[in-house]
């Protein structure tokens, strides 16, 4: 890899581990800290999340306008300067509204990278995208497995771990990102707000569509395990420790397994769309795991378990977006996929936390198999119409 490449690496791990301080235990710190009810704790995440949104949109226009190393330093100064404040101001509204803010400023500058990486490594196609991918990986694993042990002393020592890797991320940018890229990438970045509003291959556009509604309720039972399934951990006496280090064995699993996921997809499951529903099967399998589980065990085996179905589900949907859109089509049809994910992360916290408040988490788990059940049958139909009649028009839509 080229030498801008590693050093955008690198700042993609130095970004995710102190982002991974935090993330993991937002929920316990709201609910069991701030002493506000799952519901609430829901409505936080989902505002995160709705800001990272804008901050992904006010992004790419950034990105366009000013090139990648203003894109990226714009991000990476609004959100040390929330961290900051955080350090020293954290009761529930500052906390509330600094989380918000963090999502805006994260939200510049995750989109901003992938883009630049792969102006700066234009040979390396798919490989400057995997390294990136590689690396938020290997910060969750990092930051989770820090980030866990030092919340359970003290959650100020999270927001301060937070502010310094922040600030060693905002050095690298400002002094090691400025000869990379001074001009708008040559790149650039889709959304569905650039894109011609009138779809021309309904059919396999409403296939996208009902593949992604599975999709999205997949998304929306997985941050389950960031939100409602955080304290369920807590009830079941498991140590914040303990907790993160569910999401150090996810992101080390994920890079890891690669290899492995490789073979099994070459020789045993070549089917995209079977790919999917075999994760869906998994994630099941995961759920009803954690649902019985009493000690750390129960817990970490069903870790394992959702990780190796993410595997499977996350890169699979959207595998079937590329190939199904159109020539021209390929960012507004991806856009629509990371809408969903979103969309997914948005809801998830919210309608898992009045689950749990109102029925408790039996009902969440009930729930989520009749999601996932869902998603499967979507994913079995979505391409039922296409396969008669879209893909001869495929290339024309």
């Given at each position: 890899?080229?030498?801008?490449l590693w050093l955008l690496v690198i700042g993609m791990v130095l970004n995710v581990t102190g982002a991974s301080f935090l993330w993991p235990v937002n929920t316990i710190y709201i609910h069991e800290h701030l002493d506000k009810s799952l519901t609430v704790a829901g409505i936080v995440l989902m505002c995160n999340s709705g800001a990272g949104v804008l901050g992904n949109l006010a992004g790419g226009l950034v990105f366009d306008r000013l090139g990648g190393y203003r894109a990226i330093l714009t991000g990476v100064s609004v959100t040390l300067a929330a961290l900051i404040m955080l350090v020293f101001y954290h009761g529930f509204m500052f906390y509330a509204s600094l989380l918000a803010v963090i999502g805006f400023g994260m939200g510049i500058t995750f989109p901003s990278m992938y883009a630049m990486a792969g102006?700066?490594?234009?040979?390396?196609?798919?490989?400057?995208?995997?390294?990136?991918?590689?690396?938020q990986n290997v910060g969750v694993a990092a930051g989770a497995a820090c980030g866990g042990f030092v919340a359970s002393y003290s959650f100020q020592w999270s927001f301060i771990g937070n502010a310094l890797l922040c600030a060693l991320f905002f050095l690298l940018v400002l002094f090691g990102y400025k000869g990379i890229s001074n001009k708008a990438s040559e790149i650039s970045p889709e959304t569905i707000l650039t894109q011609d509003s009138k779809i021309k291959n309904k059919t396999i556009f409403t296939g996208l569509l009902i593949l992604c509604g599975g999709y999205l309720l997949a998304w929306i039972s997985y941050v389950q395990w960031q939100s409602t399934i955080a304290v369920f951990t807590q009830e079941a006496g498991i140590s914040l420790k303990l907790y993160s280090l569910l999401w150090t064995v996810n992101g080390a699993l994920i890079v890891l397994l690669q290899p492995v996921l490789a073979y099994i997809l070459k020789h045993w499951i070549t089917s995209t769309k079977t790919q999917i529903l075999v994760g869906y099967l998994i994630f099941i399998v995961s759920f009803v795991t954690v649902s019985r589980a009493e000690a750390f065990s129960g817990f970490m085996g069903a870790m394992v378990i959702l990780t190796i179905g993410e595997m499977f589900v996350w890169p699979g949907v959207p595998s079937i977006a590329n190939d199904l859109a159109p020539a021209g089509r390929v960012g507004f049809y991806q856009g629509i996929v990371n809408s969903t994910a979103t969309a997914g992360r948005m809801i998830g916290p919210s309608f898992g936390?009045?689950?749990?408040?109102v029925w408790g988490m039996k009902t969440v788990f009930g729930v989520i198999f009749v999601l996932f059940m869902i998603s499967i049958v979507l994913t079995q139909i979505y391409d039922r119409k296409i396969a008669v009649g879209g893909l001869s028009q495929k290339k024309t839509g």
């Open positions: 890899m080229p030498r801008p102006t700066v490594w234009k040979e390396g196609g798919r490989k400057a995208f995997n390294a990136i991918y590689v690396a936390g009045i689950l749990a408040d």
